[in-house]
């Protein structure tokens, strides 16, 4: 399970990617694809075009890291349909863990939550 702070984000590009990019084609799609600031602290996650391969790039501590795992057998199943212009998908820690785990969330449901209302403004 990963433990990320809630101020973390996680992008899923919806684009394949060349999987033989590394930290430098990595930051290059973040900012021009996804339209994020590499260097912010959340997490990008990259699938190949048969989704057999993931890596996720992250910024922590004055330096890149750069995760990835290589599926032997199957493929990776995205938890929401895909943007037809390609541009991202937002997880939640808990989907990002759950994908990588091999588990299929379209069949799954999400119960209602509550939520704080919206803040009033003085005026």
């Known amino acids: 399970m990963l433990t990320l702070p809630s101020s973390v984000r996680i992008h899923l590009c919806a684009r394949p990617v060349d999987m033989r990019k590394s930290f430098d084609g990595l930051c290059v799609l973040v900012r021009q694809v996804l339209r994020e600031e590499p260097l912010s602290g959340h997490l990008f996650v ?11 790039l992250w910024w ?17 199943r995205l938890p929401h349909p895909l943007p037809e212009d390609g541009s991202a998908l937002t997880l939640e820690a808990v989907e990002l863990t759950l994908l990588l785990e091999g588990i299929d969330l379209k069949a799954s449901v999400r119960r209602p939550r ?4 919206p803040l009033k403004s003085a005026a």
């Not at 048969?50 to 890596?55: A, G, L, N, S, W």
């Not at 922590?60 to 990776?76: M, N």
Request: charged share 30%.
């Open 46 to 56: 990259f699938f190949n075009r048969t989704r057999d391969r993931v890596k996720v």
């Open 114 to 117: 509550w939520q704080p209302p």
């Open 60 to 76: 922590h501590s004055g330096g890149f890291c750069l995760f990835a795992k290589r599926l032997e057998k199957g493929s990776f």
